[in-house]
């Protein structure tokens, strides 16, 4: 038979082609009752015979009946045997296939790229026309570029428009995105064709990415191209300041890959885009070497770029990154005397990322010392009023710094209405621990950035510093605001508050308990001084450090606003106004213009290749293989079961089912128009 | 002959129009009255006479009650009039059966028999005949007994009677037998729903005792000719039993099963020497007058 039933139980439906006869023989005998003196002589006359049983109106009853076999055969969904080539089907049954191709950068080395898409193209030649095929394209991302489709012409386009990316190798994204296509397929017999340079750095074993129960990874490596792989792997930035002016000087870490030496590599620099230096370095083989540039004085952010001679893979010949002159931080170091600023203001002159511009005063603080500061530190010293003080709280309220230190003189004093708008608690004393031969601090809030450095092991020890005096603060303000926006950061081993932190509009307030000289506390010939102490002026001044440089496949979030952004190749990328978020695809300087400003440069992001994927070591496919197929065994398709599933996809192709379902409904449809038009004709009378 | 009478032709009446009167008295008396005018031997038939006057001969009179004497005398041609006897008895039998309630058009045959009982009771209570009334259906519903000051009564009651039941006659007629001892004329109206033979016995009793029975035979138009189209059940009046049926189909059929049994029954009661007189519902009233009238001097001749 050239065709079947996938649902052929529905057939008998058509047994309701009785359901008209019926309707048909019925509607003539009981339309209407008609009242009459007797039936004396009708009685007499063979009524039941054949011609009240006749059907009169066939052409009617033909309609009808056709109607519902058309419609009963739509639900039993027929399908043909044979395809439109004349093939037979049914034999070996159809299947879905996911022709996955790495456009990662190492593909670039030789002709694996080309190779890859030859192998993509003979797999698309070997599709029959009842299998299905798409395209994935996978890099650090993978996506996929059509639905599944027997179009061998237009999946031949897809492959042939494949371009190299500039992002790394991750088969996890790949296999996660090639199961989910077998997934939403109808066809039981599901392959993925992985065709890839096989980097091992590739593949972490990801356990969810997992291939559908019965579907098969067939890899295809390509290869090739091999040979020594200089890559420069980071740029580093080191400040130093020499008279006065801050110099930047970019290190690049240059690393083999291959297992020859490489001799005289030149390696130069760029600003801007203009060639600034050069260096000759040999490289031996699978080592690195690091390349100092000589220090830059900048005044305005410049585009740096180190380049490599071209090898094998070009891609990670080159990196980029953004040199901003780094502003140094203002601290001011205000204390009752020079001998009590001394160990905070030499702690903070040794800093150098950023460094710390350290202004140190004695005395009563003036309002002329709190300019271009980003923070304030009052060692030992009531917290001003009036003027200085107002001044003082915009600073803070501005995103500026203050750190408190109580002593001697402070913790006496009066508190200020000035200090207590600032401060996170109130002082009301001193506690002497001098006879118990001082306390250390007992808890720390170690996940707080202050702290944060401290968490490692052998990372400094924040409880050697022994405290003999300290001052008691009355951390439970009554004044539920203050409360909200304050948090204890350490305490006591007695329980008394340490340091203390208050947020106020953008910036921060810290509260220590101990000045910063040696009187109450050894704290500053503590090994954790200086960096507690560098600690908290970043905090308090909410530094960040920027980064040079980001990985092609890092999203960046910006503030909202209306952006566009460039990407390295010229391509202009509207943003979210809500949610902006660029996703680096190309390595390069992205520039980030805010619309609304007239196109002003909000942001330059440097943008650099994964550097892993310079790593060419080679994965086993098999291991491959076995991490993402499912075990062969009770999930292996039988081959009647695919049988069945080639003949329901079949059956969704051909979609005979519709056809016969409105031309069921047409009939119907005539049907209606015909008995009406016979309904309304006069009944012939019979002679 | 009188049946060619131009004047009883000019007097027929639509019995659509009688319908419209309410008042059965006024029915018969315009049935009645006019049709008197040009049928003046009427008053003889069947009665024993007494001279009562003369009056000039006018065209359509029977030439045989020329008074000849008169004639040599005055050279005029006169009639003789005669005063009839009161001692006659007229019966009117009216079926009220079910099925006497059907009327394809404005009047059903029921209202048909109203007029013709009316008009026949009044034209007797003219010649001064007793006239009474029986409706029956099953058996004998009402009963008003022969008297000459019985036309108003019997005129209300045939007025008022409904349809009710299904039509008896073995019955009824044999219960009439007993009611009607004395002579006299028995005008019977129905739609004889039933085997003619059976009719005939039963009414032949009737004859036999020396009554004049006239048996009109009405029916209507659409139980000659079954003149609906689409199949249909069919409901039996009197029985209420249904039966479906196609009767563009069997027309033919159902139509001679009527000419048979009217020809049958035309036949039978011929024999018994009763008068039928068949009726359509649409035919004017005073022209079944006057077929009547003349069947029965037709009969008086032959006697």
Redesign the interface.
Same mark, same amino acid.
């Given at each position: 038979m050239p065709f079947g039933f996938l649902a052929p139980l529905f057939l008998a439906a058509a047994a309701a082609i009785v359901i008209p006869i019926v309707v048909h023989l019925r509607r003539r005998e009981e339309r209407t009752t008609i009242k009459f003196p007797s039936l004396m002589f009708l009685r007499r006359v063979p009524h039941k015979s054949t011609s009240r049983r006749q059907i009169h109106q066939w052409p009617l009853l033909l309609l009808r009946i056709l109607a519902l076999i058309l419609i009963a055969s739509a639900f039993a969904r027929p399908l043909l045997k044979r395809d439109r080539k004349g093939a037979v089907l049914g034999g070996n049954p159809a299947r879905v296939v996911v022709i996955a191709v790495d456009r990662s950068y190492s593909m670039g080395v030789g002709e694996r790229f080309a190779q890859a898409k030859t192998a993509a193209l003979h797999t698309i030649a070997a599709l029959r026309p009842v299998d299905r095929a798409t395209i994935v394209a996978f890099d650090a991302n993978a996506r996929t570029l059509i639905d599944p489709t027997a179009d061998q012409a237009t999946l031949r386009s897809l492959v042939n428009e494949l371009k190299l990316g500039d992002a790394g190798t991750r088969y996890a994204p790949a296999i996660k995105v090639a199961a989910g296509v077998l997934d939403a397929s109808p066809l039981q017999v599901k392959e993925v064709v992985l065709i890839s340079d096989m980097q091992r750095s590739g593949w972490d074993a990801d356990p969810s990415a997992k291939l559908p129960p019965g579907a098969v990874l067939r890899v295809v490596p390509v290869s090739g191209g091999n040979a020594a792989n200089l890559a420069i792997t980071s740029i580093e930035v080191r400040r130093s300041t020499m008279e006065g002016r801050e110099r930047i000087a970019p290190h690049a870490r240059i690393v083999n890959r291959g297992s020859v030496a490489a001799r005289n590599v030149r390696v130069a620099l760029q600003l801007d885009g203009r060639p600034e230096q050069s260096r000759q370095v040999d490289v031996p083989a699978s080592g690195a070497v690091n390349v100092e540039f000589a220090g830059l004085a900048l005044t305005t952010p410049a585009r740096a770029v180190v380049k490599l001679p071209e090898d094998a893979v070009a891609a990670d010949n080159e990196r980029s990154a953004l040199l901003e002159p780094g502003a140094a931080l203002g601290v001011l170091v205000q204390g009752g005397s020079i001998a009590s600023n001394l160990f905070a203001s030499r702690a903070l002159g040794l800093a150098k990322e950023p460094p710390f511009t350290v202004t140190e005063r004695t005395g009563a603080l003036k309002a002329e010392d709190l300019k271009g500061k980003a923070v304030v530190i009052l060692n030992d010293v009531t917290i001003p009023g009036g003027a200085v003080g107002a001044r003082l709280s915009d600073l803070v309220e501005n995103g500026g710094g203050l750190i408190v230190a109580m002593g001697e003189r402070a913790s006496q004093g009066r508190v200020s209405d000035e200090a207590r708008g600032l401060l996170p608690a109130r002082p009301t004393g001193v506690v002497d621990r001098s006879r118990d031969g001082g306390i250390s601090l007992g808890s720390i809030e170690r996940s707080h950035p202050v702290f944060d450095i401290f968490r490692e092991p052998r990372s400094g020890d924040l409880m050697a510093g022994r405290f003999f005096r300290h001052a008691k603060l009355d951390e439970l303000a009554a004044d539920s605001a203050v409360r909200a926006t304050s948090d204890v950061l350490a305490r006591f081993g007695d329980g008394g508050a340490a340091l203390l932190e208050r947020r106020i509009g953008n910036g921060r307030v810290l509260l220590l308990a101990a000045p910063l000289d040696s009187y109450w506390s050894d704290l500053p010939v503590q090994p954790v001084y200086l960096p507690l102490m560098h600690r908290m002026v970043l905090y308090a001044a909410g530094w960040e450090r920027a980064r040079a440089a980001h990985v092609v496949g890092d999203v960046i979030s910006l503030d909202p606003g209306e952006y566009v952004a460039v990407s390295p190749r010229g391509r202009r990328i509207a943003l979210d106004a809500a949610h902006p978020q660029l996703p680096l695809e190309e390595r390069g300087f992205y520039t980030v213009r805010n619309t609304a400003d007239r196109g002003a440069v909000v942001q330059t992001i440097a943008s650099n290749v994964d550097v892993a994927e310079s790593d060419l070591t080679l994965l086993n496919p098999t291991e491959l293989v076995s991490s993402v197929q499912t075990p062969a065994g009770g999930t292996r398709v039988t081959r009647r079961e695919a049988e069945v599933a080639s003949a329901t996809e079949r059956e969704h192709r051909q979609s005979l089912w519709w056809y016969l379902m409105v031309a069921g409904f047409a009939l119907l449809a005539i049907e209606t128009v015909v008995s009406n038009y016979l309904s309304r004709r006069p009944v012939r009378r019979e002679a | 002959m009188t049946r060619t009478s131009p004047q009883a032709h000019a007097r027929y009446i639509d019995p659509h129009v009688l319908a419209s009167i309410g008042n059965l008295q006024i029915v018969a008396r315009a049935v009645v009255d006019g049709f008197i005018n040009g049928l003046h031997r009427a008053p003889h038939l069947g009665l024993s006479l007494d001279f009562a006057e003369h009056r000039p001969y006018m065209p359509g009179d029977d030439i045989r009650r020329v008074d000849w004497r008169l004639y040599a005398r005055t050279d005029r041609y006169h009639v003789k009039q005669y005063e009839a006897d009161t001692n006659a008895n007229f019966m009117v039998m009216v079926d009220v059966s079910k %099925? /006497?309630g059907?009327g394809s058009g404005s009047i059903t045959?029921l209202d048909y028999a109203r007029f013709l009982a009316a008009s026949l009771a009044y034209f007797s209570s003219l010649q001064r005949d007793r006239v009474g009334l029986i409706t029956f259906a099953k058996e004998i519903l009402e009963y008003v007994p022969n008297s000459a000051r019985h036309l108003d009564t019997l005129l209300h009651t045939v007025a008022s009677t409904q349809p009710r039941g299904a039509s008896d006659y073995a019955a009824v007629l044999l219960k009439a037998q007993d009611l009607l001892r004395r002579r006299g004329i028995i005008v019977i109206v129905s *739609?004889l729903?039933d085997d003619p033979a059976a009719i005939a016995a039963a009414l032949a009793p009737l004859s036999l005792r020396g009554h004049d029975v006239i048996v009109f035979h009405v029916l *209507?138009p659409a139980?000659h000719v079954l003149p609906?189209?689409?199949?249909? %059940?069919?409901? *039996? &009046?009197?029985?209420g039993?249904? &039966?479906? =049926? =196609?009767p563009?189909? &069997?027309? *033919?059929?159902?139509h001679e &099963? /009527?000419r048979e049994?009217i020809e049958a029954l035309n036949r039978k009661l011929s024999d018994q020497r009763i008068d039928y007189i068949g009726l359509r519902t649409d035919e004017p009233l005073d022209r079944v007058l006057f077929e009547y009238l003349s069947a029965r001097e037709r009969r008086s001749r032959t006697r």
């Open positions: - | %099925s /006497m059907y045959k *739609d729903y *209507d139980e609906f189209d689409a199949a249909t %059940s069919i409901e *039996d &009046l009197e029985s039993e249904r &039966l479906p =049926v =196609v563009a189909a &069997l027309r *033919d059929r159902y &099963l /009527m049994h």
